[in-house]
């Protein structure tokens, strides 16, 4: 909201709630409190083959024709204990013979739990694939990337395979995207003992990467400085995602690993949303640990918080922007989270001012604040054109869950997309404004409105050209 107008009046009911799956409104509302709760889970698994609604399901697959890792039953304990918890039924098998389309049709993900080897058969390898390009979820976990040699769609779904391995021993897990509902719950470091994989291929082209092995810290490591461990992407119409970890008995009642891997089975199923379009050539502008750079304009101020990497609004109205570099043609992302009814927005293409009134009477304003008219809510270029609200309400997470704007503006052009989905495309032919060049800030609304930034980062991009007529691997 602009910071003259006085606050609206609030809706109870969320525009997004009619376009969830039933199996994603449920995990969507028991994920914020769910790490917590797993403290309290034994590590044995439930007596039951499924529990929750009966066409809610999620189907574990840990068929082995090689090496067989002995904690694939922890493995399969601890997602009917997640299912329990979350309100998904599961199924867990080891025979082929389930990928038929009618019977992989009865499930929102599939998880390849440290499969190894040629699992599957030529028709049950194009079952999968068509249950993948209607939309299906796929989660590999482990030694899903040591399965199917010779099948390049499974080589393209899980990202890359196997290579090599040592010792089990601790390392240094360095978290790239605390946005995503598999890592958000998660420092930017991670120490924690595995089995950790060397891969035939670096995927970080192909898809987007959320933790990397720091392999100064273990003995072992072939890739190098840059050494994905797991990952996440849209393939061939599914949503998929794999991890690295899960060799360890221990690592099935680590809380942590535990909400990692619920994470990555609310994002294929399709109960959360996350951006996973390949990202790379992006610089912070804010990294969580220091406020450099940035002014604030107005009252009220941002608090930040160097443990959890945040900037959260307090009071005002008021802007938080960052002076030290004035922007061009770019693709600004920044990850953004509302406590509940809230409201902010994202300026841009505005002069240097102390004056939040420059940002309002010269820039634009991205909304945020899902419950306003379609001009001034979550996506809208605030009182100049709604945001696609179908696909907006389709992609958005609710409040107590992070979000992922992508901002990009070139020439007088600017689109937004959220969570990985364009929802607004606008073009300025305003005289008195400008995209072609100006600042960037975050909006601190008023007493009562909480929305916390994380990981506010640029990247130039060229003046002209761009758009339709150069590949971005971020678009």
Not at 186 to 207: C, G, H, K, S
Not at 345 to 350: A, D, H, I, R, S
Not at 371 to 385: E, I, K, L, N, R
């Amino acid at each position: 909201m602009h910071p003259h107008t006085s606050p609206h009046s609030r809706s109870d009911s969320r525009s997004d709630s009619g376009n969830r799956s039933r199996l994603g409104a449920r995990l969507a509302a028991a994920g914020a409190t769910l790490l917590l709760a797993l403290t309290a889970l034994p590590a044995a698994a439930s007596g039951a083959a499924t529990s929750g609604a009966a066409d809610d399901r999620v189907l574990v697959f840990s068929k082995t024709a090689g090496f067989r890792h002995d904690s694939i039953p922890d493995g399969i304990a601890a997602i009917k204990e997640l299912g329990a918890q979350s309100g998904f039924a599961v199924d867990a098998t080891e025979d082929g013979a389930a990928f038929t389309p009618d019977n992989l049709a009865r499930y929102d993900a599939v998880v390849f739990l440290s499969t190894t080897g040629d699992v599957l058969d030529t028709a049950q390898q194009s079952a999968f694939e068509g249950y993948v390009r209607a939309g299906g979820g796929y989660v590999g976990v482990h030694a899903a990337a040591d399965t199917e040699y010779d099948w390049p769609f499974y080589e393209g779904l899980a990202g890359a395979y196997f290579q090599s391995h040592p010792a089990i021993q601790q390392a240094t897990v360095d978290v790239e995207d605390r946005a995503n509902p598999a890592t958000a719950h998660l420092a930017p470091t991670w120490e924690r003992t595995d089995e950790w994989y060397n891969y035939r291929t670096n995927p970080r082209e192909r898809v987007k990467v959320l933790a990397t092995l720091d392999e100064s810290s273990y003995q072992g490591g072939a890739m190098g400085e840059d050494h994905p461990i797991s990952w996440c992407q849209e393939y061939r119409g599914g949503r998929a995602f794999y991890t690295g970890f899960g060799h360890t008995k221990e690592s099935y009642a680590d809380p942590a690993f535990r909400q990692h891997l619920l994470g990555g089975l609310r994002y294929a199923t399709g109960a959360a949303h996350a951006d996973c379009r390949p990202e790379q050539g992006y610089r912070p502008l804010f990294d969580g640990t220091s406020t450099d750079g940035w002014k604030q304009a107005g009252p009220g101020s941002f608090t930040l918080d160097t443990e959890s990497g945040t900037l959260t609004s307090t009071g005002g109205m008021g802007m938080l922007w960052y002076g030290a570099r004035e922007l061009g043609s770019y693709s600004l992302k920044l990850d953004w989270k509302m406590a509940g009814d809230d409201n902010s927005g994202v300026f841009v293409g505005f002069p240097a001012s102390d004056d939040p009134w420059s940002a309002v009477n010269n820039g634009y304003e991205v909304q945020i604040d899902a419950t306003d008219t379609p001009d001034h809510t979550t996506g809208s270029v605030y009182g100049f054109q709604s945001a696609d609200l179908a696909k907006r309400d389709a992609a958005l997470n609710p409040p107590g869950e992070w979000n992922t704007y992508e901002i990009r503006v070139q020439g007088e052009r600017l689109r937004i997309w959220l969570n990985g989905v364009k929802i607004n495309d606008f073009t300025n032919r305003d005289p008195a404004r400008s995209l072609l060049q100006g600042y960037v800030g975050i909006q601190n609304h008023g007493e009562g409105d909480e929305v916390s930034f994380r990981d506010i980062r640029v990247k130039d991009l060229p003046a002209k050209g761009g758009g339709h007529h150069q590949r971005h691997h971020d678009g």
